[in-house]
Every structure is written in C-alpha cells, then in structure tokens.
C-alpha cells in the first residue's frame, strides 16, 4: 500500500485502447474517495452530418464512424432507415448480412483479446513485447483477424468502412463459389479459437464478483447480430422503437460522450458479457461446449472475465459463418425495392462492443430530418466507473504503479471505442 492512504491514481491518456480518454482516482485516508472515466476526445457531430442527407446515404456515412466496427453502424442504420420505410429485409439478404457481421465480430474481438487486452494478464507493455516470448499466439491470432477481414472485404466490398451495404440489401450478391473461398481459412480459424480459448482460460483473473443489470439484444431463434427486442437483467423487454422511452442520455462535464440510464438513473453494462449471460442459450452447441471445456458459463459477473466471452464469441461467429456459407444460395436480386416516404425509424444491433442504437426520421422526399446514434461504449461509461471503484477499492493494498495498471485493465475490459462514443455536446455560450 503506498505510504501515504491520501493519494491519487491518474492516467492521462489511455494506450492499447481506440481514441483518447483519461481516468482518475482519489483516496483519503485509505478509501476511495472519487473516480471518474473521462472522455475528451472532441465530439465528431455525425448526427449533424447526417441531417438533410438522403436516406440512402446513411449506410456510407455511419461506417466512417469507426474503422474497426463500421459493419455495427451500417447495418443498425440500414435497419432504422428501412423501419421508417415500411421495408422488411429476409431470406438470404439476411443471412448475408449476418455473415458480414460474423466477419466483424472476429476481426473486432481477435484485434482485442490478443492485441490488446492479453498483454495486461500476461504482464507485457503490448503486443510486440508479448510477441518475444508468445509469437506463435499473436501470429495466431493475426491470421485469425485476417480471416474476419477477408469475409468484410468480400461482402463489404472492402476491409475498412465497405461500399455494398445498402438500404434493402447490397449492391451486388454473391455466388457460392464465390463464398466457398472463405470457408477453408475460416475452418482453420474455428479451430485457432477453440485452441485460443483454452489459452484465455488460463488467465490469472482477479478474484471479483459484481452484480450487474445486463442489456442487450435478444432473438427468440438466434445468437444476436441484427434483430431482436432489447432486454436486461432487470426485466427491460422492449423493441427498438420503445428504446427511448426507458434509456434516456444526459451531459456530464467530464465527457464529449453522453452517459446513457435505464429507467431514470439505473447503471447498466452492454457488451460481450452481457450477451453471454442473457443469450447463452442461443449460441451454437459448438460455442456452448467450447464454455463449458474451460468452465466458463453463466451467471457471471467477473468484468476481467469478458475476455473470455470475446473467445466464445469469436468460436460462435466462425461457426455461425461457416453454416451460413455451407446452407447460402445465391439471391435473385441483391436489394428489395425501396421507395421514399416520410416516416421515423428506429433500430439496434449487436456491435462488438454492445447494443448500438440508431434512430432517423425522414421527411416525404426521404431526406434525413433527426438522426440520433447511442454507440454501446457511451452507455458503459457509468458501469466503467462503478468498476474502477470496485477494483481501486480491493487493491489499495499495491503499489500506486500496480494498481494503476489494475485500474486501466478495468477500463479496457469494456473493448471502449472511445471515438464511436463522442457525437454530441450541447454547448452554452455566454452573452448568447
């Protein structure tokens, strides 16, 4: 414990983590005083950008929002555009829109288990440290994430922010053959993650148990990727366009983010975790036995343990994508017929991260008049904190530099990206 119990943890910018934040910790006389996550990356306004665009423009502009998930913001914008239009995407458009998100959930959560969260388990500065002595895991797993990024190149068109996403579908489909190329390396990589799971399992994971109120999507038939009502812990069961009448978001000075509460003021935590605790059932048997080898299963309430829901999830969208693949048939048209009209839509999918909510309203022309994006590492902001306090609290016992390092392990167990979470700011200018 350092000498002195009144004390102060900081980190002033976050590393091996997306964007720019900070966090702080306070101790007086031996207890944890204050905590704060803060976020200050400038807020990027993508709600604005999207105002007086055409409805079809949606797609191209929310994937520029992030180049690790951009997959999560196209398809919950082509989702709430189509609710406004009255339009239903199925069949086999659908499954290739659940394959493109298998190829993002892979190359998301491999880039975060391997890159950068198994260095603070294994106790490397990073990545290229902890390739000195474990080359063959990160070579592993960079093969891995690049069998994710083959399925986005393919049916995105490219790796980074695709182009054949559009509202009623893509812009061309695919034949079999054509999706067969995949399938060899995604064996391999199906494989590599079972294998890799028994890796992560061994992971010293300290030794703490919190009760959270989970949130995220829940499909009667399906692991959630696109559809679904949204459901906690709590009892919150509602559809996307029900979301804003119980999650409400609100400014707070310490974040270009707004912090997201459920029902008033309730704490909430979306994301891997969250999914495995309330869908575990809806996992393929292949994922469910992968758990059970490693005796990972729920309820847990482990926040260091999301890495391991990340592994299982990771053997879940092999799997889940090599199904889609071996039952695909090629789609006579590769979109359904869309046409403008005024309406409002809303609708939430499973980014990486967690739920990702995304909101439009159009005008008869079918210009955009409202927009309004809730990216999941926004809404974990509060949860993050009530984490920081938890683990600050149970190891005031180490050194300042030990628990530092332990604090930014909690934050980092949230995958946060920080730059998909700034949209918005309202600002009050004196003399106005």
């Not at 964007?19 to 207890?31: D, R």
């Not at 976020?39 to 423009?57: C, D, S, T, V, W």
């Not at 294998?195 to 959270?212: G, H, Q």
Request: positive net charge; charged residues 25%.
């Amino acid at each position: 414990m350092p000498a002195n119990k009144n004390f102060s943890v900081k980190v002033d910018y976050f590393e091996r983590d997306e964007g720019e934040g900070a966090l702080s910790v306070s101790v007086k006389n031996g207890k944890v005083m204050g905590v704060e996550f803060k976020i200050f990356e400038p807020p990027r306004f993508f709600e604005a950008f999207l105002r007086g665009r055409k409805f079809y423009e949606a797609p191209d502009i929310t994937a520029r929002i992030c180049g690790i998930c951009p997959v999560a913001y196209q398809m919950s914008a082509v989702h709430a555009v189509e609710a406004a239009l009255g339009v239903k995407v199925g069949g086999r458009l659908r499954e290739l829109r659940r394959l493109l998100y298998c190829g993002e959930w892979i190359e998301s959560h491999v880039l975060h288990i391997f890159l950068l969260h198994a260095p603070d388990f294994l106790g490397y500065e990073d990545a290229i440290a902890m390739a000195a002595k474990h080359g063959d895991v990160v070579k592993r797993a960079l093969r891995m994430k690049k069998a994710g990024n083959a399925i986005v190149n393919l049916l995105g068109g490219r790796e980074i922010h695709p182009v054949n996403v559009k509202v009623g579908g893509f812009y061309r489909v695919f034949s079999k053959a054509e999706l067969q190329t995949l399938v060899e390396e995604l064996k391999w990589g199906r494989d590599a993650a079972l294998k890799s799971l028994k890796l992560l399992a061994k992971f010293d994971f300290p030794d703490i148990e919190r009760k959270y109120n989970f949130v995220c999507l829940s499909h009667p038939q399906e692991y959630p990727f696109n559809e679904g009502n949204i459901i906690s812990s709590s009892g919150v069961n509602v559809g996307a366009a029900d979301y804003e009448k119980r999650f409400t978001e609100i400014h707070e000075r310490r974040s270009t983010a707004l912090h997201s509460r459920l029902d008033g003021d309730k704490v909430y935590f979306t994301g891997p975790l969250a999914r495995f605790n309330l869908c575990y059932e809806k996992l393929s048997p292949l994922a469910r036995q992968a758990a059970a080898s490693v005796n990972f299963k729920p309820p847990c309430g482990n926040p260091f343990k999301s890495i391991l829901a990340r592994g299982v999830e990771t053997v879940y969208a092999f799997d889940e994508a090599l199904k889609i693949i071996k039952d695909y048939e090629p789609s006579s048209e590769p979109s359904v017929k869309v046409e403008p009209k005024a309406g409002r839509g809303c609708a939430a999918t499973e980014a990486p991260r967690g739920t990702l909510y995304h909101r439009y309203e159009l005008d008869e022309k079918g210009f955009i008049t409202s927009a309004k994006i809730v990216p999941p590492t926004a809404q974990n902001q509060r949860v993050m904190e009530q984490d920081l306090r938890a683990v600050a609290s149970a190891n005031l016992s180490l050194s300042k530099e030990k628990l530092t390092l332990k604090c930014e392990q909690a934050v980092r167990n949230y995958d946060p990206c920080i730059s998909c979470s700034t949209h918005f700011i309202k600002l009050k200018i004196k003399g106005k």
